[in-house]
């Protein structure tokens, strides 16, 4: 399975990966957007030419004052029968990297439901996230969210 960046071409196997995994669910526009505002952030796990994974991120543009640059993880996700093989882990370190390399991102925070198990063991255990808050009914069925902060890196 090879990771590598996300193309515009890429968009509707994403959107399918994405409509297989979780209920949270965008238009094309939006993944256009995402994809043409942060064009460094999000990749594709592709295998035999079919999409497998992905994870859509972006900078976060609304930095107030004093605030330090910082990315967001929109969406990731992996195909079930390719799960456990660490491919968003990579997906992840990937973007995190670009975040800190080409956008000078400070941290990068997250959006993780609060029953979420896997995710949130990959996000805690696994890299290193910290819960920052709660925000209650974050999702349109009423689930409450955990806000996810990881520091990066600086890179020379
Ligand atoms: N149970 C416990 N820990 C897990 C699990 C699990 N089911 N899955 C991953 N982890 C943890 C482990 O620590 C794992 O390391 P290990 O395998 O060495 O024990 C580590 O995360 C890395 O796992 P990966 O193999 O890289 O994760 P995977 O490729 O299986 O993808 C994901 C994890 C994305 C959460 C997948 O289960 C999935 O697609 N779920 C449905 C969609 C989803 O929930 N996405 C996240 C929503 S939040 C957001 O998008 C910001």
């Not at 029953?115 to 696994?126: G, I, M, Q």
Request: aromatic fraction near 10%.
């Amino acid at each position: 399975v090879n990771i590598r960046l996300a193309r515009v071409e890429d968009l509707v196997g994403m959107q399918a990966c994405n409509l297989h995994n979780l209920p949270e669910n965008y238009t094309l526009r939006y993944y256009i957007f995402y994809l043409l505002s942060s064009p460094q952030l999000s990749y594709v796990a592709e295998d035999k030419g079919r999409i497998v994974g992905y994870i859509l991120a972006r900078m976060d543009e609304e930095v107030a004052q004093g605030e330090e640059p910082h990315g967001h993880v929109v969406s990731i996700s992996v195909l079930r029968s390719y799960r456990r093989l660490g491919l968003a882990k990579r997906l992840m370190v990937q973007s995190q990297e670009a975040m800190a390399g080409v956008y000078r991102a400070a941290y990068v925070t997250l959006h993780v439901r609060k029953s979420n198990r896997a995710a949130l063991s990959l996000y805690r255990d696994s890299l290193g996230y910290q819960i920052h808050e709660a925000e209650k009914g974050y999702y349109a069925d009423g689930e409450d969210a955990y806000v996810m902060r990881c520091a990066l890196e600086p890179t020379p």
